[in-house]
């Protein structure tokens, strides 16, 4: 059936099956391999994206169901060669090795920080208590979105005296 | 690549159209809400519907709102939609007031990124044992309104749970609404220990009590995960009703629930560990709800 989602600020559509899961259905748009396919079993938290702001699984969410929605991938995040804060938090802080978790993880921070601009090294460790790495050990990741709140603070804080 | 088998697809615009969808299908529809349950299990192709009928755009089954059954009197009843997710209950301030226990169960269902699509109505009809909600609504005495093409019924939640993975939702109806009673001198509490952040429960234990003038005139006790389905303590309830709550009673009412329960031995642990751990747990989960309904909460 046909299906039409927003990616990214982008209408894109096509003929699909029912039985497509929004993981497969966005990495099959060209571009858009950020995304990454890992458990297939709603529990590592790679192909973490934002349905319309909130973080969800992409594998265990068919496309056809999120037609009408807003989906945002990783490389959203990016923008004219400009890192959004938490990229360049897990840039600054060595927060990944392999990376393979890493999209999903900058998605999940990503809205953390948009709903809680300020959280706790607790907000933060559940917020993302649904991916698993398994090569950091999270307290680079951690201290990565702690990184980019300060950072967004400060700049925040800049443009209130600018 | 874990693909479920081949179904068709559509959305339901109204609650209406989807009871009719459901009885015109008689049996080889399913409904699906956030998927989270659903999903997993047509993947594994332990369940296989012809066709999947998507209730996400129904936003009537999306509330949780304080109601009088009685027109003109205050509230003596919770009503939460069908289709209301768990970040939602976790969020509540008006389960918080009232039903402490919801957030106690949803800061450890899952994780918040499935939160955010799970329902409590896809919790419910999944009936998984280990469920946590299940247990919730069992400990509070909750019910559930079931809408098919000839009209409503509300069945209690020993009613509801038919077996493992088997509600007394038929095929051509659908869950629409979880009902609470409210009555003074309530308090409530979940107590769930997992292997890790995410995971199902070893073993969990909810507790809700009533207390009036220092006796606890009713109790609800259940249990998730050591049973084919929710373990409902009734001996337990039975103990404690008329009784003046003190750490000894709650310390035979976990021994009840050690009794009581029927585990079975897998990865998560074997039997003897589980039995202890829902005695440990319901006495928990009634020393936590004794305190909050006696406002002491430390």
Not at chain 1, 52 to 70: N, R
Not at chain 2, 86 to 97: G, N, Q, T
Not at chain 2, 177 to 196: C, F, M, N, Q, T
Request: with cysteine; net charge negative; aromatic share 4%.
């Amino acid at each position: 059936m046909q299906v039409t989602i927003m990616i990214n600020g982008e209408s894109v559509s096509r003929d699909v099956e029912p039985r497509q899961l929004l993981v497969h259905f966005i990495r099959d748009t060209p571009g858009l391999t950020g995304t990454h396919w890992g458990c297939d079993t709603s529990n590592c938290g790679a192909c973490v994206v934002l349905m319309d702001g909130q973080p969800v699984k992409s594998c265990t969410t068919l496309a056809v169901m999120c037609e009408g929605h807003e989906i945002r991938t990783v490389e959203s995040l990016e923008v004219d060669g400009q890192l959004d804060p938490v990229q360049q938090g897990f840039h600054e802080l060595h927060a990944l090795h392999c990376g393979f978790c890493t999209p999903g993880m900058l998605m999940t921070s990503r809205a953390l920080l948009d709903e809680n601009p300020d959280p706790t090294e607790h907000e933060i460790r559940t917020a993302i208590s649904g991916a698993i790495c398994r090569c950091t050990g999270y307290k680079n990741i951690v201290g990565a979105v702690r990184w980019a709140a300060d950072y967004e603070a400060a700049n925040r804080q800049e443009q209130e005296v600018g | 690549m874990q693909t479920p088998a081949r179904f068709q697809y559509e959305r339901a615009t109204s609650v209406e159209g989807a009871i009719a969808s459901l009885e015109e299908h008689d049996g080889d529809a399913r409904i699906i809400a956030g998927g989270h349950s659903l999903l997993p299990m047509m993947k594994l192709r332990l369940a296989n519907p012809e066709h999947l009928i998507d209730i996400n755009d129904l936003d009537e089954l999306s509330y949780i709102r304080e109601f009088a059954t009685t027109p003109g009197l205050p509230a003596d009843e919770i009503r939460i939609g069908a289709l209301t997710r768990h970040v939602e209950l976790l969020k509540s301030e008006v389960l918080a007031r009232y039903l402490p226990l919801f957030a106690d169960a949803e800061q450890v269902i899952a994780d918040p990124v499935v939160r955010n699509r799970g329902t409590i109505g896809g919790s419910l009809c999944q009936a998984d044992a280990a469920e946590d909600l299940s247990a919730v609504c069992s400990a509070v005495r909750a019910s559930v309104v079931i809408r098919g093409a000839g009209g409503e019924r509300v069945v209690g939640m020993d009613e509801f749970h038919v077996g493992p993975y088997v509600t007394a939702v038929g095929d051509g109806e659908l869950l629409t609404e979880v009902r609470i009673p409210l009555r003074p001198g309530a308090g409530s509490a979940h107590e769930k220990v997992e292997r890790r952040a995410g995971d199902w429960a070893i073993a969990a234990a909810s507790a809700a009590v009533w207390i009036d003038g220092g006796t606890i005139s009713e109790a609800g006790v259940a249990l998730s995960a050591v049973g084919p389905t929710t373990v409902h303590l009734a001996r337990a309830e039975a103990l404690l009703r008329g009784a003046t709550p003190s750490e000894e009673l709650f310390a035979t009412a976990g021994q009840i629930a050690s009794e009581d329960c029927s585990p079975s031995a897998d990865g998560r642990g074997p039997v003897d560990y589980k039995r202890h751990l829902a005695g440990v747990l319901t006495q928990r989960a009634l020393r936590r709800a004794t305190a909050r309904a006696l406002q002491q909460e430390a």
